[in-house]
């Protein structure tokens, strides 16, 4: 096929009004198509390199698709291993996470019973220090009082009488 079939064939293409005309041209193209040979326009020595080239091609696609599939696999197969380790790992710790908390919170709760046994024993020994103390303040302080009356009275009485004693000798 040369330039000036090309051209010719644009030219006819511009003429087509409706579809009928279009099927015909179409159909002339195809025949046309058919009728032309690569091998007669092509020299033989042409072809024998273009295929041994396609060839060349054809073998370092497929070497290139084979290791980029086999470098993807392994990627894969990295990252599906990451994953899993992954997962595991977090539900490993999730798992010793829920433990620790479930010992740290008996042992809190262990302690504050303990401590609340305490805290109400050392309570109750402080309430029984305090009320015996309060006797022992009441019994001195009423001791204190009792021996302070009687040593009041005791001088009254006997200055009483020692004036008694003087307004009677005069």
């Known amino acids: 096929m040369s330039q ?12 087509i ?5 279009l099927k ?10 058919e009728k032309f ?19 060349e091609i054809k073998k370092t696609l497929q070497t ?25 790992l977090v539900l490993d710790t999730r798992a010793k996470i829920t433990s620790q908390r479930k010992d740290l919170e008996k042992l809190l ?15 109750a020994k402080e309430e029984k220090q305090i009320k015996k103390t309060f006797k022992s303040i009441k019994k ?9 009356f009687k040593t009041k009275t005791k001088k009254k009485t006997s200055t009483t009488k020692t004036k008694k004693s003087t307004a009677t000798k005069e």
């Not at 092509?42 to 396609?54: D, F, G, H, V, W």
């Not at 001195?140 to 302070?148: D, Y």
């Open 64 to 88: 290139l698709q084979s290791r980029a599939e086999k470098e993807l696999d392994g990627v894969l197969k990295k990252v599906n291993k990451g994953r899993a380790d992954a997962t595991t």
């Open 109 to 123: 709760q262990k302690n504050f019973d303990y401590f609340s046994k305490k805290a109400k024993t050392a309570v």
């Open 24 to 33: 015909t041209e179409v159909k002339k193209l195809i025949t046309e198509i």
């Open 4 to 15: 000036l079939n090309l051209s010719q064939i644009r030219e006819e293409l511009s003429k």
């Open 140 to 148: 001195t302080a009423v001791a204190q009082v009792k021996k302070n």
């Open 37 to 55: 040979d690569f091998k007669k326009a092509i020299p033989e020595e042409r072809m024998k390199y273009i295929e041994q080239k396609y060839e």
């Open 17 to 21: 009004k409706d579809f009928d005309s």
